[in-house]
């Protein structure tokens, strides 16, 4: 039946209907929702986890695969550079049960920190790529990967953008495939990626995407639409979806389902129809290359752009210099910069950290935020998990010149990702920095999903929870400091002290996410008469605390009573008021 899905939905449903049986992803937008939708599924018939990273994800989906069951992960473009190594391996040895490995791009990066191409990393791992445009074709896409998967005995990539996962249209839902687990056969020279053995396999991959170009030209998901016109349009996901909005039948389509092998019989059919024709692709000139590399002529980069995102209009505008009618608003709207919540844990810590003008090594998350102004406390962000170890590189350089000066923040979630091993690089290399774990007991930036350290699973079953101190004293950390971000003053104490040490030490900031649902707010704050309108409230930060005409003034439907306000006004003016 049909089905009003998002396309992270639809990929759910696909891999469900084709028989999945073992799926393990790290949360990253916008690819979250499609691991959360399966394990909506029966546990019986799909099992579902949040793995620590996205390397130990695909290297536990590889493994169900090799045991005879079709697998899945699914993470965002960078986390594929996290689970890089395994997947480049996997490509070698092949598959046994299907491995369909789901990245989700962020062309215009809406939540991310670069525009990477995830298109690059097929070729370069030699693994097929599929790209839907609507949900129609996130679920068949997904289902077609498992089967070309096992096919061609080779991990696929499905290659979705923001405007698909985050998209809703209608899918032709069916029932699942019982999909039993294939045999498995010891296999050395298949499976034990040793040189000798990874040499003969080589040969194997380069055979492979041999016929697999040539399966290109007839796959169904690849389609030519000859509409009689001198204009040719070659393009894949959601760029066909605009390219119809923007030409309807005007111009002729050449649209790729499977956007790596290309098969150039199929560039050059299509080309022979068209007297110009256009790649639309967002990001980089992948598709666009292929073709040059073909002897096809086409225009691409040098009319549009190599960042952002596309839209119906842009296209009509480049291609036939018409201007689209695109809605504008009656007067310019603000600015809305993006803010830590009302109550949120973080708030204090950055208050603290910019107080005492400290260099701030960043990470990825909801803290990210903290440096924005007016906090204004971070001073780098690069990776997950790269605030631990580049500080400890900035502390080796700078010395004595920067001791005492320097700290890292870094989630929970994200340290258990890949903070761990930089921890004890600062360990093993006689470093002396100092940690902050924001610790609000999830994942917040993804949408709350649970990690090692929640003592539940996805499905919410309740588990072995991982212990920050025991684990950080584990790794040589002697000197571990547990306090409230709430408390300013503490927090601050901690960090005096931890500072002046010639040794590695940790603060944990411990307080659950203010949007936890098991988390419950009384009372909020509001402001006497004795106000004295210096300000200082507002350097936190907190989207409750405005001003008007010069008058400081909470707003109690946002206001959840942390209490960072009361603590910052030098006159006592803030206070809260308590709901019994």
Known sequence: MKELLLGNAAVARGAYEAGVRYVSSYPGTPSTEITERISGYPESEVYCEWAPNEKVAAESAIG????????????????????????????????????????????????????QDSRHYARAAKMPALEPSDSEECLEFTKLAFDLSEQYDVPVMLRLTTRVAHSQSLAETAERLDKPLLPY????????????????????????????EEAAERLSCNVIEDNHSKIGVICSGINYCYAKEAF??????????????????????????????????????????????????????????????????????????????????????????????????HRGVFHVLKKMKLTVSGDIGCYTLGALPPLSALDTTICMGASISAAHGMAKVRGDEWKGKLVSVIGDSTFMHSGITGLSDIVYNRGANTVIILDNSTTGMTGHQDNPLTGKTIRGHATRQAD???????????RVTVVDPFDLNALEAALKKELTVDEPSVI???????LLKTVIHRGHCTVGDNCIRCGKCLTIGCPAISRHDGITEIDETLCNGCGLCAQVCPVNAIRKEDEQ
């Not at 296999?187 to 055979?207: G, L, Q, W």
């Open 64 to 115: 169900a695969s090799i045991a005879g069951a079709r697998a899945m992960t699914c993470c965002k473009h960078v986390g594929l550079n996290v689970m890089a190594d395994p997947i480049f391996t996997a490509s070698y040895t092949g598959v046994n049960g299907g491995l369909v490995i789901c990245v989700a791009d962020d062309p215009g990066m809406h939540s991310s920190q670069n525009e």
């Open 185 to 212: 056969e010891k296999d050395m020279r298949k499976y034990v990626m040793m040189p000798a053995n990874a040499i003969r396999r080589h040969t194997v991959v380069e055979e492979r995407t041999s016929r697999l």
């Open 248 to 345: 309807e039948d005007g111009v002729n389509y050449l649209k790729l389902g499977l956007v790596w092998p290309v098969s150039p019989k199929l560039i050059t059919r299509f080309a022979s129809i068209c007297e110009t024709v256009y790649v639309l692709e967002e990001l980089d000139p992948f598709i666009e290359s292929i073709c040059r590399s073909y002897g096809v002529s086409v225009h691409g980069k040098d009319i549009f752009p190599m960042t952002g995102e596309y839209s119906s209009a842009m296209l009509k505008e480049r291609i036939l210099h018409e201007s689209a009618d695109v809605l504008q608003p009656e007067e310019d709207l603000p600015p809305r910069p993006p803010a830590l919540c009302p109550g949120c844990p």
């Open 468 to 478: 920050l101190e025991i684990l950080c004293k584990g790794i040589g950390i002697d």
């Open 508 to 514: 944990i900031a411990q307080r659950p996410c203010a």
